[in-house]
């Protein structure tokens, strides 16, 4: 049974330049939610896609904006990069069917460094 | 405003001894509560949920109690082995409608199993 995916691993970029991650979801699931964790912090909620929509979003700018594939795949783009970007981003996916998408299933995280 | 809160960075138990991970946050409008362990370098495992309509949840060694009236929880672990070394996060979540959940963390805390 295959889990949450996330790729690459690692990103260096620089500040002003533009990113995507991505993530496959745990094999059955519908729902992609992404993470924002800081160090020292717990995961911050970005956004969440479901049915290829984002229906619910955190406290982040637009910079940060999203996308979920027919497939529930899900990239994350994160636009005109900060310092302050620099984090492990956290992808999480769950199923809605079920009315238990409170039990998310992470991914091992992109650790994106802006320079 | 810190909605979850974990008020001990870290923690450290004998091998076999019980280990206590506290939790209180302040929203009432949480209707469940998770605990995920975290390793360096990987993603948030999920360990076990409880309602905010139960007092306590129990799967193996691992058992979830929740005092709804002093908006506090803990997890504990009995026996505590060396494999459950780890960060260990709180998490809430809120229902947005149409079965979307959104989960809020705690900043963790670090246990330490001694052999």
């Known amino acids: 049974d295959a889990g949450v995916t996330q790729s690459p691993t690692h990103l260096i970029k620089t500040r002003g330049q533009q990113v995507t991650l991505r993530c496959s979801p745990k094999s059955g699931h519908d729902t992609v939610s992404w993470y924002q964790q800081a160090l020292g912090q717990g995961p911050q909620f970005i956004f969440q896609?479901?049915?290829?929509?984002?229906?619910q979003r955190g406290n982040f700018p637009d910079r940060f904006s999203g996308h979920q594939f027919p497939n529930y795949s899900s990239e994350l783009n994160v636009n005109a990069l900060l310092l302050g970007d620099s984090a492990l981003y956290l992808c999480a996916s769950s199923l809605t069917v079920t009315g238990r998408s409170y039990e998310q299933y992470f991914g091992p995280g992109t650790r994106l460094t802006v320079t | 405003d810190q909605q979850v809160k974990q008020n001990s960075p870290s923690l450290s138990v004998q091998e076999g001894r019980i280990s206590i991970l506290n939790c209180d946050y302040t929203?009432?409008?949480?209707?469940?509560f998770l605990w995920y362990k975290k390793y360096p370098a990987e993603g948030p495992t999920f360990l076990i949920s409880i309602s905010s309509i139960k007092d306590k949840n129990e799967d193996g060694r691992f058992t979830v109690f929740l005092n709804k009236s002093a908006k506090h929880l803990s997890l504990h672990i009995v026996p505590s082995q060396p494999g459950d070394s780890a960060v260990y996060f709180c998490?809430?979540?809120?229902?947005?409608?149409?079965?979307?959940?959104?989960?809020?963390f705690g900043k963790g805390t670090k246990l330490s199993v001694i052999p």
């Open positions: 998490a809430a979540s809120v229902p947005s409608g149409a079965g979307s959940y959104q989960l809020t």
């Open positions: 896609y479901y049915e290829e929509e984002e229906r």
């Open positions: 929203n009432s409008m949480f209707d469940y």
